[in-house]
């Protein structure tokens, strides 16, 4: 099977693709100005939000699902547990394993980060006439389904 980032991408479709690209990047960025608490990084907020979304997690677990080291993965866990949004609790099975969950003050940042983002995509969204609504509607959905692949 051929990786996706290995098929040439037909002329045509060239632009299509940039556009969407540095469109969906803009968007992303702006969307991840809007936050909780202005001093956390966006590794650490991935981290609250996966812990609030999918529950406890090992550290080793918490550094593939990110995509990271473990000890890359520790430092963002202890800048989550210095303010206690996270705690770490050793795993009873095993001992050597820490599990690290979320507290409520984590749950309530994720909840307010997301509150904010919801906030300004849907004043954003209600400037746009109907149609213009319609077809970021239609757009979203195609995204999701070019993104589950």
């Given at each position: 099977m051929v990786a996706a980032h290995e098929v040439p991408v037909p002329d045509e479709n060239a632009g299509t693709a940039r556009d969407l690209r540095m469109a969906t990047f803009r968007l992303s960025r702006?969307?991840?100005s809007e936050r909780g608490l202005d001093t956390m990084t966006d590794a650490q907020f991935a981290v609250l939000a996966t812990l609030k979304g999918h529950g406890p997690h090992t550290l080793g677990e918490l550094a593939e699902r990110e995509h990271v080291t473990a000890?890359?993965?520790?430092?963002t866990v202890n800048c989550l547990e210095e303010p206690g949004f996270v705690?770490?609790?050793p795993d009873e099975s095993d001992r050597r394993k820490v599990i690290i969950d979320i507290t409520p003050a984590g749950?309530?940042?994720v909840?307010?980060?997301?509150?904010r983002?919801?906030?300004w995509l849907a004043a954003v969204v209600a400037d746009l006439s109907p149609a213009q609504r319609k077809t970021l509607a239609?757009?979203?959905?195609l995204m999701s389904e070019v993104a589950a692949g």
């Open positions: 702006r969307l991840r000890p890359s993965m520790n430092r705690t770490r609790t749950r309530t940042l909840t307010e980060t997301v509150r983002r919801d906030l239609d757009a979203a959905a």
